[in-house]
């Protein structure tokens, strides 16, 4: 019996990355004066390294620009960074980033059926909080069994640490949870964990293929275009996602 939700965060419960990670990205470019510049392409391409110091590494690992020596550039990955993270916050905070549609509407649903939710993302646990509070108010927070963020789970997704210590703190087992992940990476770690997947395809993962998940589609804030295809066409309820588990 499903027990619990486990939610990615970036493009799963919000747009994050394109208005928000990238722009704040650029604006810690800046600010160290580095004219450097990741464009929405770009960006899409970086999004294959999971973690945005990891990116950040992987990008000026190809700049003649970028530091040449490994101390130098992991230094400068760290300064830019944390700075980019509190560019971030700020732009959340500011309501630069909203919920997906049908993504608050099912943690209603959710709650309202006794079901218990956890965040399960790789993104760090300052950037959590701080869409969790500008989205979902001062005590959002608390709508959430357990938070797995970046800190408490360093190997990033498609590892599936990150969703092993999700059911460890939730004391449940795979099958009784059912995660909601955006892209490749996130349903691969979510699989391997042997935990079943919803997928709803973000704007830089929508091409991401269905393939392993019990159902996927364009978002949960309607009923077109999912595999299976969904019972109607208002938005993706409970009921929904109970329907393609039991049948998967
Ligand atoms: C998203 C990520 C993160 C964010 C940036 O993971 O890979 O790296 O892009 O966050 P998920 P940080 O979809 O699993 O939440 O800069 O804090 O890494
Ligand atoms: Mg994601």
Known sequence: MLR??????DGTLAETERDGH???FNLAFEARGRDWHWDEQRYGEL?????????????????RDAPQDAAGRQALALELHALKNRY????????????????PELMDDAEAAGLAMAIVTTTSRC???????ATLGRDGHRRFAT????????RRKPDTQAYALALARLGLAPTQTLALEDS???????????VPVVLTRS????????????????????????TPAASGTGRIDLAQLMSWTTRA
Do not use: Q
């Open 4 to 9: 619990a939700l486990l939610w990615d965060v």
């Open 22 to 24: 990238r722009v704040a």
């Open 47 to 63: 999004l294959r390294v999971a973690g945005g110091r990891e990116r950040l590494l992987h990008d000026m690992a190809g700049r």
């Open 88 to 103: 971030y916050g700020e732009l959340v905070a500011a309501g630069g980033v909203a919920l997906r549609p049908g993504v």
């Open 127 to 133: 950037n959590v909080d701080a869409l969790v509070e």
């Open 147 to 154: 938070v797995v963020a970046a800190e408490d789970a360093p």
């Open 184 to 194: 490749p990476a996130g349903v691969s770690a979510a699989r391997a964990a042997g």
């Open 203 to 226: 704007r830089y993962f929508a091409d991401a293929p269905g393939e392993g998940t019990v159902a996927a589609g364009p978002g949960l804030g309607s009923g077109r275009g999912w």
